[in-house]
């Protein structure tokens, strides 16, 4: 999720630039540059870091010009350098390119131009576009664009400047937001309203395969086949606050409701084509490692340790090896056991939490081959791993991790599917289990669509002064996790528990003031859960089940049910989680908490 701003006008471009894209940092903030076209050159800066890294590379060559464009990264393909920063350039140097998305054919399309003799500089995907648009070019920066751009498979948000036609800005769009800004004899360009909002309310939205040709007093809007389009111009009526957040009330929120498109962006370019067969690049060099590896353990904190212990049961269910799931701050310390053949996972959304890091370090020490599945790309953990997976969810700016965890059991599913196929394990390949994974994304959507019956629960319940979540199987991670995020930004004390483990102690604490949430989706183990929910009932206590649709006797049963779409129980966890999400959300909410920055909370735990 990169920050984008180009501009094209009759004031000095470098302001303008800068001004913007400071307002997208929060988008992606690994590294940044800038070109801009000046007496019939383009000038370029790039630098690792923050837009103030950026700015002390800018000199005053740079004042003049009044066309350019500009990008803060959020690395996807390629380590946060300044090689890999954007803007990206053609062999000539007369083509600058800043893009947003991931190219999933970029391997291909890399090799045929460096067969046709182009010279690359960088390790991203984004670099083979403005090497495509030089191949077609012939006089019309637009016609080269139109022509490269329906090679390129996967999303793109594009900002193109060429010094063959000096005044004028390209945009186009497939799959990431894009949007055209109108002022007074100029035009801009963004991934985000945010940037522009100082300068216009007055807006275009690019559709996908769409291209604007913008100069200083016009635009054109085409489609990928050159066939003109009109499009509406609207007003913005959000102010910076709400925009930076999406239109939502907090970044939890907006995250939230991210997740259909960041599932989405998990699986990206990931399966064959119409296949259960998974590829992951950053494991291809280890595919003889991973095919003999005898155990697995998993090492993590919070809710990468939450996603972790949904690992170990998918892994042990469909792949037979032996897995356990550790803290990171117990496992540094306690001398752990790793003979051959052992495979240390390591999950960190931010790939710098300090007890994780410290435990990657004592398990390399033991010998281990290390995995990480991490967020940020050229963070710690990522960098150190011998390999790894990575979420890309995009920045999750909310101190409670949402989309980051529903990512996590997807990319371990995804591992699961790729160990599969590494270790010729037939029958999870012949599965239907592909096809569910794509199902999920619009499923967990269904859910979002009723958010009014959640914020219903959460009002009868936001004063309560504790909490007990129960599930089985699968479903037991997600009582941990949805007990986590209500204690994390509500400060209501939640316990999660393995229902049957309830008899064993916690039956005690059930009143007619203990809200219990059971979930009890129709799987395995269902028929066992119904009882642990005679039991919370007739001592008295509240219980709120998260079900799936169509099961009509648990509302009989229970005080509140909260539906959700049927799925195959190792991917149920990404559903039951997200009712979880929000009901802990809107309780905070109602309580008055400081939702994305929790009371003594940190985003990244960098210190013991
Ligand atoms: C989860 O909502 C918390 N913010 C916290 O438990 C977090 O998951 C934990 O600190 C681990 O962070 P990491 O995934 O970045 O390593």
Redesign the pocket.
């Known amino acids: 999720m990169c920050g984008i701003v180009g501009y094209v006008g009759e004031n000095k471009a470098r302001p303008i630039l800068i001004n913007g894209i400071r307002r997208l940092e929060y988008r992606g903030y690994d590294s940044a540059g800038l070109s801009i076209i000046k007496d019939n050159e383009i000038i370029c800066a790039k630098s690792v870091g923050y837009i103030d890294e950026l700015e002390k590379k800018i000199d005053s060559k740079f004042n003049e010009g009044t066309i350019g464009i500009v990008h803060t990264r959020w690395a996807t393909h390629g380590a946060p350098t300044v090689e890999n920063a954007h803007p990206h350039c053609d062999c000539s140097g007369r083509i600058s390119i800043v893009h947003n998305g991931i190219i999933e054919n970029y391997k291909y399309l890399k090799a045929k131009l460096e067969k046709e003799g182009h010279i690359f500089k960088s390790e991203t995907d984004s670099e083979v576009i403005a090497h495509l648009i030089e191949s077609y070019f012939e006089g019309k920066i637009e016609d080269a664009v139109r022509r490269a751009l329906k090679e390129v498979d996967g999303a793109y948000g594009l900002a193109i400047i060429s010094l063959d036609d000096p005044g004028k800005l390209i945009a186009a769009r497939r799959g990431s937001p894009l949007i055209v800004g109108i002022g007074k004899r100029e035009h801009f360009v963004t991934s985000d309203v945010a940037a522009i909002l100082e300068y216009t309310r007055e807006v275009v939205y690019l559709d996908d395969n769409e291209i604007a040709v913008l100069t200083m007093d016009k635009m054109e809007t085409t489609d990928i086949n050159n066939v003109q389009i009109s499009k509406s111009i609207d007003e913005i009526q959000w102010n910076l606050d709400k925009i930076e957040k999406g239109g939502y009330e907090h970044f939890m929120l907006k995250e939230i409701y991210e997740q259909p498109q960041t599932l989405r962006d998990a699986m990206l370019g990931r399966f064959e084509k119409d296949s259960n067969l998974v590829h992951l690049g950053g494991l291809k060099e280890k595919e003889n490692i991973l095919r003999d590896i005898r155990r697995i353990i998993i090492v ?5 340790w939450n996603a972790g212990l949904i690992g170990e049961y998918m892994i042990e269910e469909h792949l037979g090896i032996p897995v356990e799931v550790e803290y990171a701050s117990e496992f540094r310390y306690r001398n752990p056991i790793i003979e051959e053949g052992t495979m240390v996972l390591v ?7 300090a007890d ?1 890091l410290a435990a990657m370090h004592e398990a390399k020490k033991k010998g281990a081959a290390i995995l990480s599945i991490c967020n940020v790309v050229g963070s710690s953990i990522a960098r150190e791993a011998d390999c790894g997976i990575f979420l890309h969810a995009g920045p999750e700016i909310g ?3 949402t989309k ?1 965890f529903t990512s996590q059991i997807t990319v371990l599913f995804l591992l699961t599917l790729f160990l599969a196929r590494v270790r010729g394990k037939k029958e999870v390949l012949s599965s239907d289990f592909a096809n569910k994974l794509r199902e999920i994304p619009g499923q967990v959507q269904q859910i979002l669509d009723r958010e009014d019956q959640i914020i219903k629960i959460a009002q009868l319940y936001s004063d309560s002064d504790n909490f007990l979540y129960l599930g089985r199987g699968y479903n037991y991670p997600v009582a941990l996790e949805g007990a ?2 209500l204690k ?1 930004i509500s400060y209501i004390h939640a316990e999660g528990y393995p229902a049957a483990e309830m008899k064993h102690g916690p039956i005690a604490l059930i009143d007619k003031n203990m809200p219990v949430v059971i979930i009890a989706t129709t799987d395995s183990v269902y028929a066992k859960i119904l009882s642990n929910i005679e039991e919370v009932r007739t001592r008295g206590g509240k219980v709120i089940a998260i079900a799936n649709e169509h099961n009509n006797e648990i509302s009989e049963m229970v005080d509140h049910v909260l539906y959700i779409p049927e799925t195959i129980d190792v991917l149920t966890p990404i559903l039951s989680v997200i009712p979880l999400q929000l009901l802990a959300y809107h309780i905070a909410v109602m309580r008055g908490c400081d939702v994305d920055k929790p009371r003594n ?1 940190a ?3 960098t210190v013991e």
């Open positions: 993590a904190c919070g809710t990468s999950i960190s959304q931010s790939g710098e939490t994780t101190v409670a991790s980051a986590l995020k994390e909370l985003k990244s735990v």
